[in-house]
Protein backbone atom coordinates (compact mmCIF):
# COMPACT_ATOMS: atom_id res chain seq x y z
CA UNK A 1 0.00 0.00 0.00
CA UNK A 2 3.23 1.96 0.86
CA UNK A 3 4.48 1.93 -2.57
CA UNK A 4 0.95 2.08 -4.34
CA UNK A 5 0.75 5.72 -2.55
CA UNK A 6 4.14 6.49 -3.61
CA UNK A 7 3.55 5.65 -6.77
CA UNK A 8 0.50 7.92 -7.00
CA UNK A 9 1.91 11.08 -5.47
CA UNK A 10 4.72 10.62 -8.07
CA UNK A 11 2.37 10.31 -10.94
CA UNK A 12 0.93 13.73 -9.52
CA UNK A 13 3.53 15.77 -8.91
CA UNK A 14 5.24 14.59 -12.41
CA UNK A 15 2.42 14.52 -14.50
CA UNK A 16 -0.41 17.19 -12.96
CA UNK A 17 -3.35 16.29 -10.88
CA UNK A 18 -4.99 12.88 -11.91
CA UNK A 19 -9.04 12.59 -11.33
CA UNK A 20 -8.50 9.76 -8.88
CA UNK A 21 -6.06 12.24 -7.31
CA UNK A 22 -8.82 15.38 -7.01
CA UNK A 23 -11.36 12.33 -5.80
CA UNK A 24 -9.19 11.61 -3.22
CA UNK A 25 -8.56 14.95 -1.77
CA UNK A 26 -12.43 15.89 -2.59
CA UNK A 27 -14.43 13.26 -1.30
CA UNK A 28 -11.89 11.02 0.64
CA UNK A 29 -9.98 7.72 0.08
CA UNK A 30 -12.90 5.66 0.79
CA UNK A 31 -15.69 7.20 -1.35
CA UNK A 32 -13.19 8.23 -3.92
CA UNK A 33 -14.68 5.83 -6.75
CA UNK A 34 -18.68 7.39 -6.77
CA UNK A 35 -19.41 5.89 -9.92
CA UNK A 36 -18.29 2.43 -9.02
CA UNK A 37 -20.45 2.83 -5.76
CA UNK A 38 -23.22 3.87 -7.35
CA UNK A 39 -26.17 1.46 -7.90
CA UNK A 40 -28.74 2.32 -10.23
CA UNK A 41 -32.50 2.59 -9.72
CA UNK A 42 -34.52 0.55 -11.45
CA UNK A 43 -37.49 2.43 -12.38
CA UNK A 44 -34.92 5.30 -13.94
CA UNK A 45 -33.25 4.95 -17.90
CA UNK A 46 -30.52 7.66 -18.85
CA UNK A 47 -32.43 10.49 -20.04
CA UNK A 48 -32.07 14.34 -21.16
CA UNK A 49 -35.09 16.28 -21.34
CA UNK A 50 -33.25 19.40 -20.55
CA UNK A 51 -31.62 20.81 -23.72
CA UNK A 52 -28.24 23.09 -22.45
CA UNK A 53 -27.82 25.84 -24.00
CA UNK A 54 -23.80 25.40 -23.03
CA UNK A 55 -23.98 22.09 -24.65
CA UNK A 56 -25.80 22.77 -27.64
CA UNK A 57 -24.11 25.67 -29.19
CA UNK A 58 -20.72 26.37 -27.30
CA UNK A 59 -18.71 23.43 -27.98
CA UNK A 60 -15.61 26.51 -29.02
CA UNK A 61 -16.23 27.60 -25.31
CA UNK A 62 -15.92 24.92 -23.73
CA UNK A 63 -12.51 24.31 -25.58
CA UNK A 64 -11.34 27.38 -24.45
CA UNK A 65 -11.98 26.82 -20.72
CA UNK A 66 -10.60 23.41 -21.16
CA UNK A 67 -7.16 24.76 -22.64
CA UNK A 68 -6.81 27.15 -19.41
CA UNK A 69 -7.08 24.19 -17.17
CA UNK A 70 -4.99 22.41 -19.21
CA UNK A 71 -4.16 18.40 -20.04
CA UNK A 72 -4.08 17.61 -16.57
CA UNK A 73 -5.71 19.99 -14.67
CA UNK A 74 -9.55 20.67 -13.90
CA UNK A 75 -12.37 22.64 -14.31
CA UNK A 76 -14.83 23.25 -12.01
CA UNK A 77 -18.93 23.07 -12.84
CA UNK A 78 -21.23 24.61 -10.56
CA UNK A 79 -24.30 23.48 -11.15
CA UNK A 80 -24.54 20.07 -13.43
CA UNK A 81 -28.09 19.64 -13.01
CA UNK A 82 -28.88 16.26 -15.10
CA UNK A 83 -24.92 16.29 -16.67
CA UNK A 84 -25.22 18.10 -20.05
CA UNK A 85 -22.89 20.39 -19.87
CA UNK A 86 -20.64 18.56 -18.24
CA UNK A 87 -20.28 15.83 -20.50
CA UNK A 88 -19.78 18.68 -23.04
CA UNK A 89 -16.60 19.53 -21.14
CA UNK A 90 -15.40 15.71 -21.15
CA UNK A 91 -15.73 16.05 -25.11
CA UNK A 92 -13.95 19.30 -25.41
CA UNK A 93 -11.37 17.78 -23.30
CA UNK A 94 -10.89 14.53 -25.77
CA UNK A 95 -10.79 15.93 -28.96
CA UNK A 96 -8.29 17.68 -27.28
CA UNK A 97 -6.79 14.52 -26.24
CA UNK A 98 -6.73 15.78 -22.57
CA UNK A 99 -7.23 13.58 -19.54
CA UNK A 100 -8.79 17.27 -17.64
CA UNK A 101 -11.18 16.12 -14.75
CA UNK A 102 -14.70 18.08 -14.42
CA UNK A 103 -15.27 18.11 -11.08
CA UNK A 104 -19.49 18.37 -10.66
CA UNK A 105 -21.08 20.73 -7.83
CA UNK A 106 -24.20 20.20 -7.19
CA UNK A 107 -27.20 19.55 -4.30
CA UNK A 108 -29.07 17.93 -7.10
CA UNK A 109 -32.41 19.04 -5.28
CA UNK A 110 -33.62 21.67 -8.10
CA UNK A 111 -33.90 25.39 -7.70
CA UNK A 112 -36.58 27.65 -6.67
CA UNK A 113 -37.71 27.66 -10.50
CA UNK A 114 -38.19 24.27 -10.96
CA UNK A 115 -39.60 23.86 -7.27
CA UNK A 116 -42.36 26.04 -8.20
CA UNK A 117 -43.01 24.73 -11.36
CA UNK A 118 -41.98 21.01 -11.11
CA UNK A 119 -43.45 18.98 -13.63
CA UNK A 120 -40.36 18.91 -16.56
CA UNK A 121 -38.07 20.58 -15.08
CA UNK A 122 -37.69 19.01 -11.49
CA UNK A 123 -37.46 15.85 -13.24
CA UNK A 124 -38.70 12.14 -11.40
CA UNK A 125 -39.39 12.70 -7.86
CA UNK A 126 -39.50 9.99 -4.98
CA UNK A 127 -42.11 9.12 -2.18
CA UNK A 128 -41.80 12.32 -0.17
CA UNK A 129 -41.47 14.44 -3.27
CA UNK A 130 -37.63 15.22 -3.69
CA UNK A 131 -35.84 15.10 -7.04
CA UNK A 132 -34.20 12.53 -8.36
CA UNK A 133 -31.55 14.46 -9.91
CA UNK A 134 -28.77 12.86 -8.33
CA UNK A 135 -29.73 9.70 -9.98
CA UNK A 136 -30.49 11.28 -13.29
CA UNK A 137 -27.08 12.91 -13.40
CA UNK A 138 -25.32 9.58 -12.17
CA UNK A 139 -27.07 7.39 -15.25
CA UNK A 140 -26.32 9.92 -17.97
CA UNK A 141 -22.85 10.32 -17.28
CA UNK A 142 -22.35 6.58 -16.77
CA UNK A 143 -24.29 6.37 -20.17
CA UNK A 144 -22.57 8.94 -21.71
CA UNK A 145 -18.95 7.26 -20.45
CA UNK A 146 -17.12 10.40 -19.40
CA UNK A 147 -17.24 9.16 -15.68
CA UNK A 148 -13.43 8.64 -15.86
CA UNK A 149 -12.89 12.47 -16.22
CA UNK A 150 -16.02 13.59 -14.01
CA UNK A 151 -16.08 13.91 -9.77
CA UNK A 152 -19.26 14.86 -8.28
CA UNK A 153 -19.18 16.77 -5.18
CA UNK A 154 -22.69 17.09 -3.46
CA UNK A 155 -22.68 20.55 -1.80
CA UNK A 156 -24.50 24.30 -2.12
CA UNK A 157 -21.80 26.14 -4.49
CA UNK A 158 -20.36 28.52 -2.11
CA UNK A 159 -19.65 25.71 0.35
CA UNK A 160 -17.74 24.09 -1.70
CA UNK A 161 -16.08 26.81 -3.46
CA UNK A 162 -14.90 27.84 0.73
CA UNK A 163 -13.90 23.66 0.82
CA UNK A 164 -12.28 23.81 -1.94
CA UNK A 165 -10.19 27.25 -1.39
CA UNK A 166 -9.60 25.21 1.98
CA UNK A 167 -7.57 22.32 -0.22
CA UNK A 168 -6.11 24.78 -2.45
CA UNK A 169 -4.82 26.65 0.79
CA UNK A 170 -2.71 23.08 2.21
CA UNK A 171 -1.38 22.30 -0.97
CA UNK A 172 -3.63 19.50 -1.64
CA UNK A 173 -5.35 20.38 -4.86
CA UNK A 174 -3.94 23.58 -7.52
CA UNK A 175 -6.18 25.85 -8.64
CA UNK A 176 -9.13 25.03 -11.23
CA UNK A 177 -8.11 26.94 -14.62
CA UNK A 178 -11.78 27.28 -15.64
CA UNK A 179 -15.00 27.54 -13.35
CA UNK A 180 -18.57 27.84 -15.32
CA UNK A 181 -21.40 29.05 -12.87
CA UNK A 182 -24.88 27.88 -13.80
CA UNK A 183 -26.41 27.51 -10.56
CA UNK A 184 -28.69 30.40 -8.02
CA UNK A 185 -30.20 32.63 -10.79
CA UNK A 186 -30.97 35.08 -8.37
CA UNK A 187 -29.80 38.47 -7.03
CA UNK A 188 -27.78 38.55 -4.99
CA UNK A 189 -27.46 35.21 -4.42
CA UNK A 190 -25.58 34.70 -7.60
CA UNK A 191 -23.27 37.72 -6.89
CA UNK A 192 -22.58 36.31 -3.55
CA UNK A 193 -21.44 32.81 -5.42
CA UNK A 194 -19.28 34.89 -7.75
CA UNK A 195 -17.26 36.47 -4.39
CA UNK A 196 -16.64 33.15 -2.95
CA UNK A 197 -16.07 31.72 -6.45
CA UNK A 198 -13.28 34.51 -7.56
CA UNK A 199 -10.94 33.98 -5.40
CA UNK A 200 -10.26 30.40 -6.17
CA UNK A 201 -9.19 31.60 -9.72
CA UNK A 202 -5.66 31.07 -10.05
CA UNK A 203 -4.26 34.50 -11.97
CA UNK A 204 -5.64 33.81 -16.08
CA UNK A 205 -8.08 31.77 -14.96
CA UNK A 206 -11.81 31.81 -16.35
CA UNK A 207 -14.86 32.51 -14.99
CA UNK A 208 -17.97 31.59 -16.99
CA UNK A 209 -21.33 31.21 -16.65
CA UNK A 210 -24.89 30.72 -18.32
CA UNK A 211 -28.28 32.66 -18.74
CA UNK A 212 -26.88 36.38 -19.39
CA UNK A 213 -30.06 37.43 -21.44
CA UNK A 214 -33.10 38.75 -20.96
CA UNK A 215 -35.23 36.15 -19.34
CA UNK A 216 -32.88 36.06 -16.55
CA UNK A 217 -32.32 39.68 -15.83
CA UNK A 218 -31.05 38.83 -12.10
CA UNK A 219 -28.20 37.12 -13.55
CA UNK A 220 -27.20 39.98 -15.19
CA UNK A 221 -27.79 42.24 -12.21
CA UNK A 222 -25.62 39.98 -10.06
CA UNK A 223 -22.96 39.97 -12.71
CA UNK A 224 -22.73 43.12 -13.26
CA UNK A 225 -22.71 44.38 -9.85
CA UNK A 226 -20.12 42.16 -9.28
CA UNK A 227 -17.58 43.13 -12.30
CA UNK A 228 -18.62 46.71 -11.59
CA UNK A 229 -17.21 46.80 -7.79
CA UNK A 230 -14.59 45.20 -7.79
CA UNK A 231 -10.50 47.27 -8.06
CA UNK A 232 -9.37 48.38 -11.35
CA UNK A 233 -6.71 45.45 -12.28
CA UNK A 234 -8.87 42.98 -11.18
CA UNK A 235 -9.97 41.23 -14.90
CA UNK A 236 -8.02 40.74 -18.04
CA UNK A 237 -9.20 42.67 -21.24
CA UNK A 238 -11.34 40.49 -23.46
CA UNK A 239 -9.76 41.93 -26.21
CA UNK A 240 -6.38 41.13 -24.62
CA UNK A 241 -7.86 36.99 -24.23
CA UNK A 242 -10.59 36.41 -26.78
CA UNK A 243 -9.38 38.13 -30.02
CA UNK A 244 -7.86 34.72 -31.00
CA UNK A 245 -10.82 32.76 -29.89
CA UNK A 246 -13.52 31.13 -32.64
CA UNK A 247 -15.55 33.78 -33.98
CA UNK A 248 -19.03 34.12 -32.52
CA UNK A 249 -21.65 36.82 -32.25
CA UNK A 250 -20.26 38.46 -29.14
CA UNK A 251 -21.05 41.49 -27.19
CA UNK A 252 -19.37 43.67 -24.32
CA UNK A 253 -21.13 45.24 -21.50
CA UNK A 254 -21.80 48.87 -20.39
CA UNK A 255 -23.31 50.30 -17.34
CA UNK A 256 -25.90 53.09 -17.90
CA UNK A 257 -26.19 55.90 -14.54
CA UNK A 258 -28.85 57.74 -13.57
CA UNK A 259 -27.79 60.99 -15.99
CA UNK A 260 -27.12 58.42 -18.90
CA UNK A 261 -23.40 58.29 -18.22
CA UNK A 262 -22.04 55.03 -19.76
CA UNK A 263 -19.51 52.80 -18.22
CA UNK A 264 -17.99 50.10 -20.31
CA UNK A 265 -17.14 46.26 -18.12
CA UNK A 266 -14.42 44.37 -18.78
CA UNK A 267 -16.91 41.35 -19.55
CA UNK A 268 -17.20 39.71 -22.47
CA UNK A 269 -20.69 37.95 -23.90
CA UNK A 270 -20.73 34.79 -26.14
CA UNK A 271 -23.94 34.88 -27.73
CA UNK A 272 -26.40 33.20 -26.88
CA UNK A 273 -26.35 33.51 -23.37
CA UNK A 274 -22.74 32.63 -21.79
CA UNK A 275 -20.76 35.32 -19.78
CA UNK A 276 -16.42 35.31 -19.97
CA UNK A 277 -14.69 36.78 -16.73
CA UNK A 278 -11.14 36.06 -17.22
CA UNK A 279 -8.64 37.23 -13.89
CA UNK A 280 -5.88 39.61 -15.01
CA UNK A 281 -2.57 37.86 -15.15
CA UNK A 282 0.23 38.36 -12.49
CA UNK A 283 3.36 40.09 -13.16
CA UNK A 284 5.28 43.38 -13.19
CA UNK A 285 4.43 46.05 -15.02
CA UNK A 286 7.23 46.11 -17.68
CA UNK A 287 6.32 42.14 -18.35
CA UNK A 288 2.41 42.76 -18.52
CA UNK A 289 3.13 45.89 -21.16
CA UNK A 290 5.28 44.17 -23.12
CA UNK A 291 2.42 41.47 -24.29
CA UNK A 292 1.58 41.24 -27.56
CA UNK A 293 -1.11 44.04 -28.60
CA UNK A 294 -4.42 42.05 -29.14
CA UNK A 295 -5.93 41.92 -31.77
CA UNK A 296 -9.35 44.31 -32.69
CA UNK A 297 -11.93 41.80 -30.87
CA UNK A 298 -14.92 41.87 -33.15
CA UNK A 299 -18.22 42.55 -31.39
CA UNK A 300 -21.41 43.47 -32.10
CA UNK A 301 -22.72 46.86 -30.01
CA UNK A 302 -22.52 47.20 -26.48
CA UNK A 303 -24.97 45.93 -24.13
CA UNK A 304 -26.39 48.77 -22.01
CA UNK A 305 -27.42 47.93 -18.57
CA UNK A 306 -28.52 49.35 -14.87
CA UNK A 307 -27.63 48.40 -11.76
CA UNK A 308 -30.92 49.12 -10.19
CA UNK A 309 -33.17 49.35 -12.98
CA UNK A 310 -34.71 51.56 -16.07
CA UNK A 311 -36.18 54.65 -14.90
CA UNK A 312 -37.78 54.73 -19.03
CA UNK A 313 -38.54 51.43 -19.36
CA UNK A 314 -40.38 50.45 -22.57
CA UNK A 315 -44.46 49.95 -21.55
CA UNK A 316 -45.50 46.61 -21.98
CA UNK A 317 -48.02 47.27 -24.70
CA UNK A 318 -46.02 49.54 -26.91
CA UNK A 319 -44.99 47.99 -30.13
CA UNK A 320 -43.21 49.64 -33.10
CA UNK A 321 -44.92 47.99 -35.38
CA UNK A 322 -48.58 49.62 -34.74
CA UNK A 323 -46.89 52.46 -32.92
CA UNK A 324 -47.25 56.02 -34.74
CA UNK A 325 -43.88 56.87 -35.49
CA UNK A 326 -44.60 53.17 -37.60
CA UNK A 327 -47.90 54.32 -39.18
CA UNK A 328 -45.79 57.25 -40.30
CA UNK A 329 -47.53 60.05 -37.91
CA UNK A 330 -45.29 63.02 -36.34
CA UNK A 331 -46.46 64.76 -33.47
CA UNK A 332 -46.13 64.38 -29.69
CA UNK A 333 -47.59 60.90 -29.51
CA UNK A 334 -44.27 59.38 -31.69
CA UNK A 335 -42.32 57.95 -29.56
CA UNK A 336 -39.30 55.67 -31.40
CA UNK A 337 -37.71 52.98 -29.71
CA UNK A 338 -34.69 54.69 -29.01
CA UNK A 339 -36.65 56.96 -26.93
CA UNK A 340 -36.43 54.06 -24.47
CA UNK A 341 -33.68 52.71 -21.93
CA UNK A 342 -31.52 56.36 -21.83
CA UNK A 343 -32.10 56.75 -17.60
CA UNK A 344 -31.24 54.41 -14.60
CA UNK A 345 -33.02 54.34 -11.70
CA UNK A 346 -31.33 55.19 -8.54
CA UNK A 347 -28.40 52.99 -7.10
CA UNK A 348 -29.19 51.88 -3.84
CA UNK A 349 -25.96 50.37 -2.67
CA UNK A 350 -24.09 46.96 -3.19
CA UNK A 351 -26.28 43.69 -2.92
CA UNK A 352 -29.53 45.98 -2.07
CA UNK A 353 -30.41 47.12 -5.62
CA UNK A 354 -34.70 46.33 -6.39
CA UNK A 355 -34.55 43.15 -8.31
CA UNK A 356 -37.63 40.99 -9.93
CA UNK A 357 -38.25 37.02 -9.58
CA UNK A 358 -38.73 34.86 -12.72
CA UNK A 359 -41.19 32.31 -11.29
CA UNK A 360 -44.37 30.65 -11.74
CA UNK A 361 -46.05 33.92 -13.74
CA UNK A 362 -47.33 34.03 -17.19
CA UNK A 363 -45.38 34.98 -19.58
CA UNK A 364 -46.69 39.10 -19.97
CA UNK A 365 -46.02 39.20 -16.08
CA UNK A 366 -42.34 38.28 -16.68
CA UNK A 367 -41.91 41.00 -19.29
CA UNK A 368 -43.67 43.57 -17.47
CA UNK A 369 -41.77 43.05 -14.11
CA UNK A 370 -38.52 41.74 -14.98
CA UNK A 371 -37.50 41.57 -18.80
CA UNK A 372 -38.75 45.22 -19.47
CA UNK A 373 -38.06 47.08 -16.33
CA UNK A 374 -34.43 45.03 -15.34
CA UNK A 375 -32.94 43.45 -17.96
CA UNK A 376 -29.75 44.72 -19.87
CA UNK A 377 -30.72 46.49 -23.41
CA UNK A 378 -28.91 46.45 -26.87
CA UNK A 379 -28.69 49.71 -29.05
CA UNK A 380 -31.42 51.99 -29.07
CA UNK A 381 -33.11 49.57 -26.59
CA UNK A 382 -34.02 46.96 -28.62
CA UNK A 383 -33.25 43.50 -27.10
Sequence with gaps: MLLVALLLALLDCCLGISHDAIARALLGAEYSEPFARFRPPADM????WYASV???SHHD????MIRAAGPNGYVVELGSFIGDSATALVRAA?????NTTVVCVDTWLGDLKMWERKGRLLGPQG????????EQFMLNVIANKVSRQIVPVRMPAATAMRYLARKIDAGELPSPGAIYLDTAHAYPDTELELAETWPVLPP???LVGDDYDQSWAPVQQSVNEFVATQPAGTFDDPAQFASGWYRRSRRLVSLVDEAGGVRPLPLLLQLPSQWVLRKAPVGDAPALAARPRPKRLRVGPALRCCLAGWADPQPLNWSSSNSACARGRKGGACRRESNFYTRCLPEEGRLRQPTCHVGLRNANQ???ECSLKFACRGSHGAR
Design 45 to 48: QPAS
Design 54 to 56: FAR
Design 61 to 64: LATE
Design 94 to 98: QSLGY
Design 127 to 134: ATGEPRLW
Design 204 to 206: GGL
Design 366 to 368: IRR
